[in-house]
């Protein structure tokens, strides 16, 4: 396992594992930034020295809530088939995703109404973007996909 890089100013940053094997605590010349992490692996926390952020996962591993270092929570929610569907904010805005018969995402929806659509070809590649202000953006594939 990496245990140490340092750049080309001799600038260093040390890490450190647990019994997992998974990133514990890196340090540097400026702080550090700890992990913590749930039986599943998922990270729980992050933490330095602004404070802590923290996730809550479901059963199947998805993130439900994520909570900044200033109490700030955003909220996770999704369908029965683990496509996201909203998106909640701490002030209670919303942003909806909406998805198609082929679990595709189609469109975002943010709680002023503005919409972001998406486009897909036959083969499930996305090949257009329609956003809120009408501008386009193109995708094209070659042979490969």
Not at 4 to 23: D, H, M, P
Not at 75 to 91: C, I
Not at 104 to 133: E, F, I, M
């Amino acid at each position: 396992m990496l245990v140490s890089v340092t750049n080309g100013r001799s600038q260093a940053r040390q890490f450190e594992y647990g019994a997992a094997g998974r990133l514990t605590r890196w340090t540097d010349k400026d702080g550090s930034v700890s992990y913590g992490y749930d039986a599943n692996g998922n990270v729980l926390t992050v933490s330095d020295e602004n404070g802590t952020i923290t996730r809550e996962y479901d059963p199947l591993n998805r993130v439900t809530q994520y909570t900044d270092t200033q109490g700030n929570t955003l909220q996770y929610v999704y369908d029965p088939v683990g496509n996201l569907v909203t998106l909640v904010y701490p002030d209670g805005r919303q942003v909806r995703y909406d998805y198609n018969a082929a679990n595709q995402l189609v469109s975002v929806t943010d709680w002023a109404g503005c919409q972001k659509h998406y486009y897909y070809d036959d083969n499930g590649q996305p090949v257009r973007v329609v956003r809120p202000n009408g501008t386009e953006l193109t995708l094209t594939y070659n042979i490969a996909g």
